[in-house]
């Protein structure tokens, strides 16, 4: 088994934006991040359901169905994700469609000082504006890792410059196999004052 990290992948179309790896953070339950801008089309974010699962996938164009990371299916890996407390499975919609998805899994550091959050997927549909969903479902992302105790997001370092500067842009830096964005716990500071 090797211990070389892969980056998850935004899928548009047949093109394949390998993506970040992000601290989880939990977004049952709390309000819908709407994104509008003037002219264009609006899109929600929201905690992913059961019943999505199956959209996810398609909107990976086959890709999360060809890879041979293990010997889970990705929808049935999707689907125990959705209820796991130490994962969040997002959705980005727009008039009632799936525009894209994102996972982020938790896992304790001591080194960091809390948990660490890892973007393990990301899927963007074809018709939709790659830039923009990828921006709001990483900053959900980055407010529910926040929630969850994380001190930092992680991301598998892309090879392709370009999808490198659109990390960098959303705040990921670092040299290595993986960028980071450190994060705010939320109450963090108050328990390290006592």
């Not at 394949?16 to 003037?38: K, M, Y």
């Not at 996810?56 to 041979?68: K, P």
């Not at 996972?103 to 549909?125: C, F, H, K, Q, W």
């Amino acid at each position: 088994m090797s211990d070389q990290r892969s980056a998850p992948r935004a899928v548009r179309g047949q093109r394949a934006i390998q993506g970040s790896r992000a601290p989880s953070g939990d977004c049952a339950g709390s309000a819908t991040l709407t994104e509008v801008r003037p002219g264009g089309v609006e899109y929600q974010v929201r905690a992913a359901r059961i019943t999505d699962i199956d959209r996810i996938v398609a909107l990976g164009d086959g890709w999360l169905l060809r890879r041979d990371a293990g010997p889970m299916p990705a929808a049935d890996l999707l689907r125990q994700l959705v209820y796991l407390p130490q994962a969040s499975v997002l959705v980005a919609e727009a008039r009632r469609e799936i525009a894209g998805s994102a996972v982020l899994v938790l896992r304790p550091s001591v080194r960091a000082g809390g948990n660490v959050g890892t973007i393990d997927l990301l899927v963007i549909g074809p018709d939709h504006d790659t830039q923009r969903v990828t921006a709001i479902l990483v900053e959900e992302l980055i407010r529910s890792a926040s929630n969850k105790g994380c001190t930092v997001v992680e991301v598998a370092r892309p090879e392709d410059p370009a999808e490198r500067s659109t990390w960098e842009r959303l705040g990921f830096s670092g040299a290595g196999q993986v960028i980071e964005r450190a994060v705010g716990a939320v109450g963090g500071a108050a328990r390290r004052a006592i």
